[in-house]
Nanobody, 117 residues
Framework: QVQLVESGGDLVQPGGSLRLSCLASGFTLSSYAMSWYRQAPGKERELVASITGAGTSANYAEAVKGRFTISTDQAKNTVYLQMNSLKPEDTAVYYC??????????WGQGTQVTVSS
């Protein structure tokens, strides 16, 4: 059974940092493309960052380039999102996503990130 469990969300001041984790079970990361999405109140869910299953190539939304870093730990079957220089507009529920062609998407339950002074 495929399962994605996010953790690491918190309340942080502007300019601060957080690291989100997504523990995957029921499959191996190298077989899927992994992504982080976020959804702010009243807004659509948007792609933040994605990485190939092997961790060899990553892409980022313009709004987070240079501040966020996505990475994988194959041994721990875990995906991370390191978020630096956080802004109030980064406030959202962050979701982990796994995708494989012909299989489809899997989602985690989400973790809340709030950036506020």
């Amino acid at each position: 059974q495929v399962q994605l469990v996010e953790s690491g969300g918190d309340l942080v001041q502007p300019g601060g940092s957080l690291r989100l984790s997504c523990l995957a079970s029921g499959f191996t990361l190298s077989s899927y493309a992994m992504s982080w999405y976020r959804q702010a109140p009243g807004k659509e869910r948007e792609l933040v960052a994605s990485i190939t299953g092997a961790g060899t190539s990553a892409n980022y939304a313009e709004a987070v380039k240079g501040r966020f870093t996505i990475s994988t730990d194959q041994a721990k079957n875990t995906v991370y999102l390191q978020m630096n220089s956080l802004k109030p507009e980064d406030t959202a529920v962050y979701y982990c996503n796994a995708y494989r062609w012909r299989i489809g998407h899997y989602w985690g339950q989400g973790t809340q990130v709030t950036v506020s002074s």
